[in-house]
Each structure stands twice: as C-alpha cells, then as structure tokens.
T-cell receptor
Framework: AQKITQTQPGMFVQEKEAVTLDCTYD???????LFWYKQPSSGEMIFLIY??????QNATEGRYSLNFQKARKSANLVISASQLGDSAMYFC???????????FGAGTTVTVRA | DADVTQTPRNRITKTGKRIMLECSQT?????MYWYRQDPGLGLQLIYY???????NKGEISDGYSVSRQAQAKFSLSLESAIPNQTALYFC?????????????FGPGTRLLVL
C-alpha cells in the first residue's frame, strides 16, 4: 500500500504568492516523522522541513511551514512569498519508528512564474 | 565543501560491466543509505548501514552489493549492470536517533547502462 500520496503532479504559482503542496500519509505506527525535500533540476535532494508525530506545533523553517493535521493524516507544505528559485520538484517523505527507510511520495513539480 | 559527496557524478557503462559508486561524508554520522530514483518517481532504498559492521538490504537490493569501508565511506556496486539499473543514485546519511532523524543526501550519481 502506498504510504505517501502526493496528488498534485504539477503546479504553477506567481512570484511572491504562497503555494500549498498536498501530502497525505498512511501508517499504523503511532511514532513517525514527516519530511519535505526539494529537488531542483540539477538533481540534488535538499532537506527542507521536519515534523514529528508527537509535535504539538506545526513546523516552520523560514518561508516553509508544514500544516500538520494528524487526524486527517496530512502534512501539507506551504511555501510563502514564492521565488523563482523555488521552481523544483518537491517530495514528501515519512519514516516510521519501526522502520529505517524514508518512504517517498511521487513528488510535485512547482513552477514559479515571474 | 559538501558534507556528503558522491563519485562519479555521471557514468555511462555497458551491460554486463561491473561498476562502483562511492560515497563519502564529513558529517560524522553513523548511518548511511543508498537509494535509487527512477524518472518521475520518488526514491527507493537499496541498502543501508548503521555502522561499519552492519549492512542491511533495503526494498530493491537484487543486483546490488555494498561495502562500508569506514564510518565515512559507503560504496555501492553493480556486479553486472543491466539497462533497467539506469537511474539517479543517491547516498544519504543520518545520525542515530528516534523517528525524527533527518537523512541528508549527496548530490547524486546519474548512471546510464547501455
């Protein structure tokens, strides 16, 4: 069964606007971590933000914030004030406490327009 | 200097050849991983190692082998390359910890098997 689902293959956003990338996950493990990574066209995987399953507050890192809704099993990434350099593929990933690998979604391509 | 380096960055080889991809890290992390990414997809775990004497198979280990030469070095070998091993290969590292341990990725190696 798919553990991470990203339903938006691609999105366009105007420069300086905010964009929300959807991510839903499936796990029966009460302890897990959720991650977002950015993959620009150059190919590297860049860690953006982390949310633990027991964290009470939504994670934030600069212009990135994670909208964590545990009951709905969703972990959406919000990028505020989009910049041209934000154009990339974005992956949602999860690691369960009883596993060692990251399970990745299929990714969402974001294109920022000037 | 990058914390996680991979060599080579690009490689073209022929079916049946043996090749090695190398990964080095200066982050001082104990845990190291090898993933592959196929076009348009997320990452899949090939092998992982929690220390020099610990090697474990991931989701897709068939056709691959690894060697953990030191805490900082983790190599991936394709004993007899085949075209469907054409992919982008990532090495990653993390500290030992709970579910929230973040994995940090190298820049990737693009492998083409003809």
């Amino acid at each position: 069964a798919q553990k991470i689902t990203q339903t938006q293959p691609g999105m366009f956003v105007q420069e300086k606007e905010a964009v929300t990338l959807d991510c839903t996950y499936d796990t029966s493990d009460p302890s897990y971590g959720l991650f977002w990574y950015k993959q620009p066209s150059s190919g590297e995987m860049i860690f953006l933000i982390y949310q633990g399953s027991y964290d009470q507050q939504n994670a934030t890192e600069g212009r990135y914030s994670l909208n964590f809704q545990k009951a709905r099993k969703s972990a959406n990434l919000v990028i505020s004030a989009s910049q041209l350099g934000d154009s990339a593929m974005y992956f949602c990933a999860m690691r369960e406490a009883n596993d060692y690998k990251l399970s990745f979604g299929a990714g969402t391509t974001v294109t920022v327009r000037a | 200097d990058a914390d996680v380096t991979q060599t080579p960055r690009n490689r073209i080889t022929k079916t049946g050849k043996r090749i090695m991809l190398e990964c080095s890290q200066t982050k001082g992390h104990d845990r190291m991983y090898w993933y592959r990414q196929d076009p348009g997809l997320g990452l899949q775990l090939i092998y992982y190692s929690f220390d020099v004497k610990d090697i474990n198979k991931g989701e897709i280990s068939d056709g691959y082998s690894v060697s953990r030469q030191a805490q900082a070095k983790f190599s991936l070998s394709l004993e007899s390359a085949i075209p469907n091993q054409t992919a982008l290969y990532f090495c990653a590292t993390s500290e030992a910890g709970p579910e929230g341990e973040t994995q940090y990725f190298g820049p990737g190696t693009r492998l083409l098997v003809l």
